[in-house]
């Protein structure tokens, strides 16, 4: 008898790049299960397509293992976990510190205590993977948002410590986005400016890190690397 197909995890992804992925993984027949913060509509037509879907909140551990113990009443076994669950404050002058605790706890703390405690389930004899979705601007920090690549650089740690820790059951690596894809409400000239940062020079939209999450999946020999996909924004 064929055995069921392990789903991958996906957090965060009921928007933008997660969404998309969750949709190109389900379009190949691979089960997902998805974690989300906010209802949306695009829920509706992940569960349509057979998608487990589970409400997060990752700003604090309480909410984390509430998640994790959600999650292993679904499944058994996971063929990854793809950490894609973000967040963006503003550091409000009076609220740094409540700033950079939520940053630490949604991009650091909910991938630790996941991947700790959710190691088992990718620990099946068969390929596994646990894929971190971090930020290019962890190469040159952020003078506006410090807490925000600060917890991002955490995250890039974080894969080169579970790499080491999982291997060779478990492949663990990073993608680093630069711009990806722009929201509705950005001007002519934001985007002019944004697009200059790049060598290239294009709003490549979100199957690029659709393709470089399928990349590191199917390649057996890669693991501790954070693949940037950038548009060559290190090169400007």
């Known amino acids: 008898m064929t055995q069921p197909t392990a789903p991958i995890l996906i ?3 009921s928007q933008r790049i997660g969404l998309h992925c969750a949709e190109r993984l389900l379009d190949e027949g691979q089960p997902v299960i998805i974690s989300y913060r906010t209802p949306r509509a695009s829920l509706d037509r992940l ?3 057979g998608a487990v879907t589970l409400q997060a909140d990752f700003s604090g551990a309480p909410g984390v293992h509430a998640f994790i113990a959600a ?3 679904q499944t058994r076994v996971l063929r990854a976990i793809v950490h894609n669950a973000s967040d963006w404050h503003v550091e409000t002058p009076g609220e740094e510190a409540e700033v950079f605790q939520h940053m630490f706890e949604v991009h650091m703390l909910a991938p630790y205590l996941i991947n700790i405690h959710c190691a088992d389930l990718l620990q099946h004899g068969g390929q596994a993977d646990i894929i971190h979705i971090g930020d290019d601007v962890t190469r ?3 003078k506006k948002h410090i807490a925000y690549a600060a917890s991002k650089a955490g995250l890039d740690n974080l894969t080169l410590s579970f790499a080491a820790r999982l291997a060779p ?3 663990v690596n ?10 509705e409400g950005d001007d002519e ?5 944004a697009l ?8 490549p939209g979100a199957e690029v890190i659709y393709q470089s999450l399928r990349y590191l999946l199917d390649n057996p020999y890669v693991t501790g690397t954070t693949l940037a996909v950038n548009g060559g924004r290190h090169l400007i």
Do not use: D, H
């Not at 200059?196 to 709003?203: P, T």
């Open 174 to 183: 990073g993608i680093a986005p630069a711009l990806i894809q722009f929201n």
């Open 140 to 142: 040159v920090g952020s």
């Open 196 to 203: 200059a940062k790049s060598a290239l020079g294009i709003e």
């Open 11 to 13: 957090t965060g992804a």
């Open 189 to 193: 000239t934001y985007r002019r400016k």
């Open 71 to 73: 999650l292993k009443q």
């Open 169 to 171: 059951a478990v492949k």
């Open 47 to 49: 569960r349509e397509r």
